[in-house]
């Protein structure tokens, strides 16, 4: 089978496309499946560079110990093992594991213990590897929040994965939603729900002469000190990222001890309740994640080198012929 490998973390030039011989066999509690449909996605990127250091405590120090990348996938059943009941040959299946499963690769072996689910019919391969992990993270970051309905929330960057899922999940929460975006995806959230839009080519959205109760920035690339005077006296502000100097989380720690604007910073953990609210949301036609660009996995390099520009716009596909 092909996959795509690294021995070291680095930048997408130690990638490589090899032919790794037969094609796995599962073990006794794991599936195997044939990939349709991957993503490159930020947790992908973390990976690849071994970039912020800490993630390294999950997948190696010093090299990663799973050489193939990938962290979602969807596809079909083709094996299974002998103790897995829940799956049949043939069934259309999609999962996510943050820390890695390998699903660069024509086909991937997952442990029925990770995060799988069967995809609907009316669900595109392309869609249900979408709808993973900026999805997964968009769920936590707002989970943890008391989101009511009329609420004002502000997004920055709404066209990422993270974001763009944020925004139809506050719309079906019932909140008012402003969002940043370039010129070109104005009409794009806009049909997505949003109430307004700012585009951050023109306009600065910490200038705003409105404050909200949340402010969500998807791409990490504000602070909370610049979007103070934009929040409600007792407004939240949530972030993707660290933040400089890890000061988000820092800042989520000193909460109790502050009165007023204050900083969340929610930590993802379960999988499978992100996916059940997704896949709920999917049927009934309220998700639709954006995809932006489809590579084959010989074009990999490619697909991280633009996804780790920061200007990707929605989700990176790989697709698989």
Not at 33 to 59: H, Q
Not at 74 to 83: E, K, N, P, Q, T
Request: glycine share 8%; net charge positive.
């Amino acid at each position: 089978m092909k996959a795509a490998t690294r021995t070291k973390y680095g930048s997408p030039e130690v990638l490589s496309i090899n032919t790794l011989g037969r094609i796995p066999h599962p073990k006794r509690d794991e599936i195997l499946v044939k990939v349709k449909a991957t993503t490159v996605n930020r947790t992908d990127c973390s990976a690849l560079t071994g970039k912020p250091w800490i993630i390294r405590c999950f997948l190696g120090l010093f090299k990663p110990r799973l050489p193939i990348t990938g962290t979602d996938f969807s596809g079909v059943v083709v094996a299974r093992g002998d103790d897995v009941t829940d799956f049949e040959i043939n069934d259309d299946v999609y999962g996510f594991f943050d820390q890695g499963i390998g699903s660069h690769a024509s086909y991937v072996c997952v442990s029925i213990k990770k995060a799988i689910v069967k995809k609907p019919i009316n669900i595109t391969y392309e869609q249900a590897a979408a709808s993973l992990e900026g999805a997964h993270y968009a769920y936590y970051f707002l989970d943890k929040v008391n989101i009511r309905v009329g609420d004002r929330v502000l997004i920055n960057g709404a066209t990422g994965a993270i974001g763009n899922a944020a925004l139809q999940f506050l719309k079906y929460k019932g909140a008012n939603v402003t969002v940043t975006c370039p010129t070109a995806f104005v009409e794009v959230v806009k049909s997505l729900g949003a109430d307004r839009v700012v585009d951050y080519t023109r306009d600065d959205f910490t200038k705003l002469d409105e404050q909200f109760d949340f402010v969500f920035d998807a791409v990490g690339k504000s602070s909370f000190g610049k979007c103070k005077s934009i929040l409600k006296p007792n407004g939240i502000y949530i972030s993707s990222e660290l933040g400089d100097y890890c000061q988000n989380p820092l800042l989520a720690l000193m909460g109790p001890f502050m009165r007023g604007k204050k900083v969340k910073f929610p930590i993802p953990y379960s999988i499978h309740r992100s996916m059940a609210f997704t896949l709920e949301l999917m049927q009934q036609g309220k998700f639709i994640p954006l995809i932006d660009r489809r590579y084959s996995l010989e074009e990999i390099a490619d697909a991280f080198s633009y996804v780790l520009t920061g200007e990707k716009k929605g989700n990176v596909i790989i697709t698989f012929s």
